[in-house]
């Protein structure tokens, strides 16, 4: 009798507003996408919409023509305002990663918080609050408004940190701070072991154009090395670098292939300088490398610090005799890279992986949680 008037209570529907086409920017993959069909499975409605469509995302990082960038500007604007307007009535939750637009002041987001009254959701990974001044163009970082940070955090219903760090800055503005590391997926993406048993000894470093600049921190080390111990030093990025190195080789980004060429490296890198906005990276190269089997050699600057026990999955370095000491060791012991490499994992698999975050995750659409 009763079972004639129960009813399924309504699924809870969330809307994600990311920047970037999906599949395309690995920060809002691993922050966001990895974690979408754990959400279906578990009976959540989602819909996912981007500012930047294909083609003008394309333009902004291949060379496209000023018209067409500011086309696909003008192009995301209108979709966000549309969607914003007219459908977001529907949804439980809003889930922001950095920010609903890539310029300008929050205006998306109070009428998100203020007029609609939504949750609102806001994730970032970056120490995004600070204008990255001295590595992109000063009137770019001026149209970013990096000053609407605490204005999200604080209209936010909660806020997600991928570190300390960014928690910290989070909670003056907002007491509902949750940290999720980025993470990987260990059992269907990053699921190889490195084989260390390699006739040449391969160096890598992986990010995006925005970091690529403190790899030229470390060349001096590299060139020591290399006098004495011959290996090839593999750059994975959306650009190439602006120097040349004997023994450099760049590898274009590419989600199909990004597994295939990490597992090139028998060492990953990841340097680092030591200023705040770099305080607030996530680690997230040294959590790619680690996730298979490659030992990690880094600047100990913010969470770093944290991913790398020293010795036992990686080294941390400060100068240049600290890193051409660790790069030594690691090229001469093929030993000490297959057990670092498998002591890295395991950390990965224990706090940096989806798996142990998916949790923490969904608890992000309770009430009161």
């Known amino acids: 009798f009763i079972n004639l008037f129960w ?23 691993f922050r966001v996408e990895l974690f979408l069909p754990y959400l279906r499975n578990e009976g959540y409605e989602y819909r996912i919409n981007s500012f930047y469509d294909e083609k003008t995302w394309r333009s902004l990082y ?6 067409q960038k500011f086309w696909g500007v003008c192009k995301g604007y209108f979709k966000r305002w549309m969607t914003v307007l007219f459908t977001l009535r529907k949804y439980d939750f809003i889930f922001i990663p950095r920010g609903a637009a890539p310029l300008g002041p929050p205006l998306f987001e109070w009428i998100i918080t203020k007029i609609f009254q939504k949750k609102l959701i806001y994730d970032f990974d970056d120490a995004i609050w600070i204008p990255n001044t001295g590595k992109e163009n000063k009137l770019v970082a001026w149209f970013k408004a990096s000053w609407k940070v605490k204005y999200i955090c604080k209209w936010s219903y909660k806020v997600v940190g991928g570190n300390d760090y960014l928690c910290t800055y989070a909670k003056k503005f907002n007491q509902q701070v949750v940290k999720i590391p980025t993470c990987v997926d260990t059992e269907n993406q990053h699921n190889r072991i490195k084989n260390q048993q390699t006739e040449k000894i391969v160096i890598g470093w992986t990010g995006s154009h925005s970091t690529l600049i403190f790899t030229k921190q470390i060349i001096p080390a590299l060139n020591d090395v290399y006098s004495s111990h011959p290996f090839e030093f593999i750059v994975i990025a959306n650009k190439p670098p602006e120097y040349s190195l004997p023994y450099l080789k760049y590898i274009p980004w590419d989600s199909a292939t990004e597994v295939e060429d990490l597992l090139k490296m028998n060492i990953g890198v990841m340097p680092l300088e030591n200023d705040p906005w770099c305080e607030g990276k996530c680690g997230f190269k040294i959590i790619q490398y680690l996730s298979l089997g490659i030992p990690a050699v880094a600047s100990p600057i913010g969470v770093n610090a944290k991913i790398i026990d020293e010795g036992e999955n990686g080294f941390l370095c400060k100068t240049k005799e600290e890193w051409i000491q660790a790069l030594t060791k690691l090229i001469e012991d093929e030993t000490v890279r297959t057990q670092m490499g498998k002591n890295g994992r395991e950390k990965i698999q224990k706090y940096y992986s989806v798996k142990s975050q998916i949790t923490t995750f969904l608890q992000l659409f309770h009430l009161n949680v």
Do not use: D, M
């Open 7 to 29: 009813v399924k209570p309504e699924a809870i529907k969330i809307l994600f507003l990311v920047l970037y086409p999906v599949n395309h920017a690995p920060s809002q993959r």
């Open 62 to 67: 291949n060379g496209g023509n000023i018209i």
